[in-house]
């Protein structure tokens, strides 16, 4: 008798247990089990993620930002957080620059610049090209580099004012090509940047370096010759990494390209 309750209520139990199986709605469900519905908050989300993911150096080689970010990357380049960051980046290095020891008073004390998305700004190219939706175009881009109308990035003018009356000398060190020299000389007058050391342009010879090789030898030879490189100032992690860094580099906010 004993025996055959127990089976009764085992039987009992797994019938139950066998109709809540049978009931979807009674099966808990994990997030990634369900369908992903991608709103605005999600989409906000992602892109926030990613843009983190590519300023941090997190993310593997890319080529355009995801298309489900254009808006989301358009709205930050052109609203209030893209020029927050820009000035806080300034802001930084400006302390920085201050607090350098220039006892040595040889007029060694070096800050290299990047041009690009560091002291000119090429939004007006961008806009026209989906904001880092396509894929760089080098002759596109060389096009609007020739018309040297690039406008200057306002926070990085003032910091770059402020490294010349603390005085640093300034070495202005960009993968343009060295056949745009006249045009880039004439950019950065017209957008205020005067009384730099040295332009250092790509020589026909080192177009296929890779940027953070070219850019290290660079400043190789900035050491070699004495020079004590105190700050680096870049939009991109090749103008940044390498060998002969500086004593503190500040990375400009880009979501939109990286070139290797």
């Not at 089976?7 to 992903?36: C, G, H, N, Q």
């Not at 603390?166 to 960009?174: A, D, I, K």
């Not at 177009?207 to 070219?214: D, E, G, P, S, V």
């Not at 490189?229 to 860094?245: A, K, P, T, V």
């Amino acid at each position: 008798m004993i025996y055959y309750v127990i089976f009764l209520v085992v039987s009992l139990f797994a019938s139950a247990f066998s109709d809540e199986l049978s009931d979807p709605s009674s099966i808990l469900k994990y997030p990634s089990e369900e369908t992903k519905r991608v709103d605005g908050d999600e989409v906000n989300l992602h892109c926030t993620s990613w843009r983190f993911a590519a300023e941090t150096n997190n993310l593997a080689p890319w080529s355009t930002i995801p298309a489900e970010c254009a808006d989301y990357v358009k709205d930050y380049v052109l609203g209030k957080g893209y020029v927050a960051d820009l000035e806080r980046v300034s802001e930084e290095a400006s302390v920085f620059a201050s607090t350098v020891d220039f006892s040595a008073g040889d007029g060694k004390d070096a800050w290299v610049f990047d041009i690009d998305e560091t002291l000119l700004s090429n939004l007006p190219y961008y806009i026209d090209h989906g904001f880092g939706l396509e894929v760089f175009d080098h002759s596109e881009f060389d096009k609007w580099v020739e018309r040297g109308v690039a406008p200057a990035i306002a926070p990085s003018l003032k910091l770059y004012q402020r490294v010349i009356d603390l005085g640093y000398r300034v070495f202005l060190l960009t993968g343009r090509k060295e056949s745009h020299r006249l045009v880039t000389v004439e950019n950065l007058i017209n957008a205020g940047f005067q009384n730099w050391d040295k332009l250092i342009l790509r020589s026909p010879d080192e177009q296929h370096k890779m940027a953070t090789l070219y850019k290290s030898e660079k400043r190789d030879e900035m050491v070699k010759e004495g020079y004590r490189i105190r700050g680096n100032s870049g939009d991109q992690w090749s103008d940044l990494l390498g060998s002969s860094m500086s004593q503190r580099s500040f990375k400009l906010a880009n979501p939109m390209y990286y070139i290797p």
